[in-house]
């Protein structure tokens, strides 16, 4: 009996367990992923990523490889060359949704600095000669709050990158970079699913 009751206890304990955790899981809402997914249509190679954010998190500060340290990258001051960052951040942060930078060429736009909808988007087209299969596309679009994370705790001349992924774990589903030329596909975004699309 005594044996019995026991194993009750212990299930019990165990359903609890389970309810509290279901509870949390429910509260904190789906799991969130990090995918990469890089495509090179001449060499017929393909590689997806497919991260759960909290992971990405939890072992990105155990990676300490040339620049990046602890969650952090470190940032040359050639690559500063006496930009306050902090600064334009902060003149970014409280400026309106606005186009910033548009640089054209033959009608074409080639560069697009924006705002919009709490994002900073960057749209870059490039071709190297006049052939068309030469042209590369780089679109990025980063909340700025993710943007604000980046700097929030890190010193002047670094990035809070583990920061970022847990500030991107509440920016809901969306596609942060891609970039295209002839030969390659990039794709990199944010959602509830475990495996890409």
Partial sequence: MRKRLHVV??????????LGAAATAI??????YLH????DG???ESVN???PLSMAEKILPSINNGDL?????????????????????????NASDNEFVTVKENGVDKVRVAKS??????????????????EQKVDVTVPMKVVDALFATAKDDELDVAAALRALSDAGDILLVTVQDAQQKVRVWVDSRATAE
């Fill in 69 to 93: 340290h602890q969650g952090r990258v470190s940032l040359h001051k050639s690559e500063i060359n006496g930009v306050d960052i902090r600064t334009i951040l902060d003149a970014l942060r």
């Fill in 49 to 51: 990523v497919n991260v």
């Fill in 9 to 18: 206890t212990v299930l019990c304990l165990l359903a609890l367990g389970a």
């Fill in 117 to 134: 909808g709490g994002n900073i988007v960057i749209h870059v087209k490039d071709r190297e000669g006049k052939d068309e299969g030469k």
């Fill in 42 to 44: 001449e060499k017929g």
């Fill in 36 to 39: 990469v997914k890089v495509e």
């Fill in 27 to 32: 509260a904190a809402g789906p799991e969130r």
